[in-house]
């Protein structure tokens, strides 16, 4: 017989448990079972990922998937006149608005505060997905995402992203293919 050290099986036992806690709690939040209830639909294949770390930012997200920055998807909410949209641009590039004015041809073109984003999307900073949105909104999509095989949107919550390839992602999205980067 082998001796178990049983607080060191408490231990291990007490952070899993902890964390299949935190993933369940997470996945039943609304604005996430809205987006997976959105993926599931487009292909039941698709799942989210609920991760260790927070994917607050881009690079956070990278970090957390030890994947490369360029394939995190940043779901940007912009205000054009008195319409909103959603621009996807990679993790490592910056959208450029003098781009987005000329394929919107309209001038008065400016980030979403944080209320228009929730109001909008229903999600907040930090969790906004590229779909599951309250509000129906035109979606851009930034042709430098599509270098990558798969590409992480965010889920409705900072810690909770999806993975995806570029060509899904337009065809969920319904995204207007573009070069939106500087």
Excluded at 11 to 24: A, C, F, G, L, N
Excluded at 40 to 46: E, H
């Amino acid at each position: 017989w082998k001796r178990i050290d049983i607080r060191r099986f408490n231990q291990r036992y007490s952070k899993r448990s902890t964390k299949i806690k935190k993933m369940s709690e997470l996945l039943n939040k609304e604005p996430v079972k809205r987006v997976g209830e959105t993926i599931k639909k487009f292909d039941p294949n698709l799942k989210i990922i609920v991760l260790d770390t927070t994917a607050r930012t881009a690079k956070d997200a990278a970090n957390s998937l030890k994947c490369e920055l360029g394939a995190i998807v940043k779901s940007l909410v912009f205000r054009a006149e008195n319409d909103f949209l959603i621009c996807l641009v990679s993790g490592d590039k910056r959208c450029s608005l003098n781009k987005l004015k000329k394929i919107l041809n309209k001038k008065d073109v400016s980030m979403a505060n944080a209320d228009q984003v929730k109001e909008n999307t229903g999600f907040s900073i930090g969790g906004v997905a590229p779909v599951g949105h309250l509000k129906k909104l035109n979606i851009i999509v930034d042709k430098s995402l599509n270098r990558f095989k798969y590409v992480y949107g965010a889920a409705g919550h900072p810690d909770c992203v999806f993975k995806i390839t570029y060509d899904e992602l337009i065809k969920l999205t319904n995204g207007l293919e573009k070069e939106l980067v500087e």
